[in-house]
């Protein structure tokens, strides 16, 4: 039977919900991955990964999207190129390091977002997307 995009959505609304499109993943992976995300650890250096890629401290996103800063169209001004503001979770891994799970949420403009989890698997020593859920989109 197939499922409806709404019904989806609305699953997904709760950590359950979401959790349950993934119940390939241990509890393990999952443990890991909210505790990291209570943490204050700062974020890693992703400039090796992608050379098109730049990171926006907390400072300069403050300061473009506080009242008067600007916002979108300031943001565009200094980042011409850019699809948007993306922010990675930090990673839940099992004790292996052989599944993870992210969450990343991509923001265009005031109200063209959207919020998805992924679920990566190692294969042959490289990480390949087992499944993505999209949670919410505006």
Not at 88 to 100: R, T
Not at 102 to 130: C, H, I, P, Q
């Amino acid at each position: 039977a197939e499922t409806s995009e709404s019904m989806m959505y609305s699953v997904a609304y709760t950590k359950e919900g979401a959790y349950s499109h993934f119940a390939f993943l241990s509890d393990e992976v999952f443990k890991d991955f909210e505790t990291k995300l209570a943490s204050e650890v700062r974020h890693a250096d992703l400039s090796h990964v992608r050379d098109d890629i730049v990171l926006v401290s907390r400072d300069t996103f403050e300061v473009l999207f506080e009242p008067g800063g600007g916002r979108w169209e300031e943001f565009y001004r200094r980042y011409p190129d850019s699809q948007g503001i993306t922010v990675l979770s930090h990673i839940g891994f099992d004790s292996k390091h052989q599944v993870a799970l992210v969450y990343s949420s991509t923001r265009m403009f005031d109200l063209a977002a959207e919020g998805k989890l992924y679920a990566f698997t190692k294969v042959n020593g490289k990480w390949t997307l087992r499944k993505e859920l999209s949670l919410w989109m505006s």
